[in-house]
T-cell receptor
Framework: GQSLEQPSEVTAVEGAIVQINCTYQ??????LSWYQQHDGGAPTFLSY????GLEETGRFSSFLSRSDSYGYLLLQELQMKDSASYFC?????????FGAGTRLFVKA | GAVVSQHPSRVICKSGTSVKIECRSL??????MFWYRQFPKKSLMLMAT?????????EQGVEKDKFLINHASLTLSTLTVTSAHPEDSSFYIC????????????FGPGTRLTVL
């Protein structure tokens, strides 16, 4: 079967660094993406990894290891507004599959 | 760039009526549009994939006669929930990809459907 595993919840304090892991098992693999979704809103694209390694976009970085079927999203200098759900998503041969999401709570 | 709109943002209807939701790509041509359903605090469940001018591809378990999808142009797709029932109440979100970045999905703001 196809599955993506990510932690259901993470709590961190403002200014800290947090890492959200994602492991996947899919029939094909064409890239790992990360999306952010605030309550009541739509998902917004954060980053994409097609190849192994680290991609950095401002305070957010994403890493992929295809041999380990593993990736992570790294959020630095956490702000209160980063409190949201974060979804990893894998594009396989036919479609994009989303993980169940990780709810990040940022405390002051 | 890459803005997707959805209309309406919220709709409340009576059981048995049909509801149409529009999804538009405002500043790009969407090669593919997707329709998702999301329950509170849950992940996105893909309902169907549609390409302009062709029939939508529905995911297993999604009734194509209940959830009618029309992709009339490269900028517009519609989802019609026919004979809606309370269990159809959900958050429906569309997304689109363009020719340049097929790995990135641009999501609409979503439509909150409540069936009484």
């Amino acid at each position: 079967g196809q599955s993506l595993e990510q932690p259901s919840e993470v709590t961190a304090v403002e200014g800290a660094i947090v890492q959200i892991n994602c492991t996947y098992q899919t029939s094909g693999f064409y890239g790992l993406s990360w999306y952010q979704q605030h309550d009541g809103g739509a998902p917004t694209f954060l980053s994409y990894n097609g190849l192994d390694g680290l991609e950095e976009t401002g305070r957010f970085s994403s890493f992929l290891s295809r041999s380990d079927s593993y990736g992570y999203l790294l959020l630095q200098e956490l702000q209160m507004k980063d409190s949201a759900s974060y979804f990893c998503a894998v594009r396989d041969s036919f479609k994009t599959i989303f993980g169940a999401g990780t709810r990040l709570f940022v405390k002051a | 760039g890459a803005v997707v709109s959805q209309h309406p943002s919220r709709v409340i209807c009576k059981s048995g009526t049909s509801v149409k939701i529009e999804c538009r790509s405002l500043d790009f041509q969407a090669t593919t549009m997707f329709w998702y359903r999301q329950f509170p605090k849950k992940s996105l469940m893909l309902m169907a994939t549609s390409n302009e001018g062709s029939k939508a591809t529905y995911e297993q378990g999604v009734e194509k006669d209940k959830f009618l999808i029309n992709h009339a142009s490269l900028t517009l797709s519609t989802l019609t929930v026919t004979s809606a029932h309370p269990e159809d109440s959900s958050f429906y979100i569309c997304s689109a990809t363009n020719r340049v970045s097929t790995d990135t999905q641009y999501f609409g703001p979503g439509t909150r459907l409540t069936v009484l």
